[in-house]
């Protein structure tokens, strides 16, 4: 599957499924489950059903994280419910079960304070597991490196015969991408976040920060120079900017992939991994 056509459907299902939500009266009384991805940038709740099947999903801007540390608590349990809510007058039946995830290399209380703001606002936490691999639960890759660019981190995990044998997590993400924007161009951040998002302006900016790019690149090549790694596969936000996946593929000469919507991966991939914790769980 590593060519991602499996991947890049299921991504596409899920945007389908935030505009147009399932009606649980379509779903014949199957459980469902959130993955809940509390960004540096954007909060987003992922829906899939016991099939792991996207049904649903709904985000918010926000800054309430920082480096994958929690620093807005009730800011962030505020969104969390506001976005549970939304979804759940969408589709007509209250969300229970949740799983969430952290930058590799998170603390433990760290850990447990973004699991405190997905119980604060209502859900069953029953799972938390590291960003990059909740990617590869979407991408089903069995060998090379996920690398999850999000808002204030970049992690790595690495794969070798499907199993994960190194993680790691370094400051340098998408906020950065926005502040030299925001100084290129004298606007404030906000602006600089919402230009950089819009698709026709990617061709103008990409050259501005084509220098953290090769700094996101360093960090890449890092980690993975004592792995034998073939390949890379992006996800995060930052790298829904177009010609993304080329610059790093440049610096790093192996070939990068980058999967349809990557900002979507992840927050799919916590809710297809809680599913799979409920099933083993049941099991037992």
């Given at each position: 599957m590593?060519n991602?056509k499996?991947?890049d459907?299921?991504?596409?299902?899920f945007e389908?499924k935030?505009?147009?939500?399932?009606?649980?009266?379509?779903?014949?009384?199957?459980k469902?489950?959130?993955g809940?991805d509390?960004?540096?940038?954007?909060?987003?709740?992922?829906?899939?059903?016991?099939?792991?099947n996207?049904?649903?999903?709904?985000?918010?801007?926000?800054?309430?994280?920082k480096?994958g540390?929690v620093?807005d608590?009730?800011?962030?349990?505020d969104i969390?419910?506001?976005?549970k809510?939304e979804i759940?007058?969408?589709?007509?039946v209250e969300l229970?079960?949740?799983?969430?995830?952290?930058?590799p290399g998170?603390?433990?209380n760290d850990?447990k304070a973004i699991?405190n703001?997905a119980?604060?606002?209502g859900?069953?936490?029953?799972?938390?597991?590291d960003?990059?691999?909740a990617?590869?639960?979407?991408?089903?890759?069995?060998?090379?490196?996920?690398?999850?660019?999000g808002g204030?981190?970049?992690g790595?995990?690495i794969?070798?015969n499907?199993q994960v044998?190194y993680?790691?997590d370094?400051?340098t993400?998408?906020t950065?991408f926005s502040l030299v924007i925001s100084?290129?161009?004298?606007?404030?951040?906000?602006?600089?976040?919402?230009?950089k998002?819009?698709?026709q302006?990617?061709?103008?900016?990409l050259p501005i920060?084509?220098?953290?790019?090769?700094?996101?690149?360093?960090?890449?090549k890092k980690h993975i120079k004592?792995?034998?790694v073939?390949k890379?596969?992006?996800?995060?936000?930052?790298?829904c900017l177009?010609?993304f996946?080329k610059?790093m593929e440049?610096?790093?000469?192996?070939?990068?992939i980058k999967?349809?919507?990557?900002?979507?991966v992840?927050p799919l991939?916590?809710a297809?991994?809680?599913?799979?914790?409920h099933r083993?769980?049941?099991?037992r």
């Amino acid at each position: 599957m590593e060519n991602l056509k499996a991947a890049d459907a299921v991504i596409k299902e899920f945007e389908k499924k935030i505009a147009d939500p399932i009606q649980y009266g379509q779903l014949k009384g199957k459980k469902l489950f959130v993955g809940v991805d509390l960004g540096t940038a954007y909060i987003v709740l992922a829906i899939v059903d016991e099939e792991g099947n996207p049904v649903a999903g709904a985000m918010r801007f926000a800054q309430v994280v920082k480096d994958g540390l929690v620093v807005d608590y009730i800011g962030a349990i505020d969104i969390v419910k506001t976005l549970k809510k939304e979804i759940e007058g969408k589709i007509g039946v209250e969300l229970e079960f949740a799983g969430v995830a952290y930058p590799p290399g998170t603390s433990k209380n760290d850990r447990k304070a973004i699991i405190n703001v997905a119980e604060a606002a209502g859900l069953k936490v029953l799972l938390e597991i590291d960003e990059p691999t909740a990617a590869n639960k979407v991408l089903s890759i069995t060998g090379g490196a996920v690398v999850d660019i999000g808002g204030g981190t970049t992690g790595i995990a690495i794969f070798q015969n499907g199993q994960v044998v190194y993680v790691a997590d370094e400051p340098t993400g998408g906020t950065h991408f926005s502040l030299v924007i925001s100084g290129a161009y004298k606007i404030p951040f906000e602006e600089a976040e919402e230009k950089k998002k819009n698709p026709q302006n990617h061709q103008e900016v990409l050259p501005i920060v084509i220098p953290v790019i090769q700094k996101v690149a360093s960090i890449i090549k890092k980690h993975i120079k004592v792995y034998d790694v073939a390949k890379v596969f992006l996800v995060g936000g930052t790298c829904c900017l177009q010609n993304f996946e080329k610059i790093m593929e440049e610096e790093l000469n192996i070939p990068v992939i980058k999967p349809a919507n990557p900002f979507l991966v992840t927050p799919l991939g916590i809710a297809i991994s809680t599913k799979e914790t409920h099933r083993e769980r049941v099991k037992r």
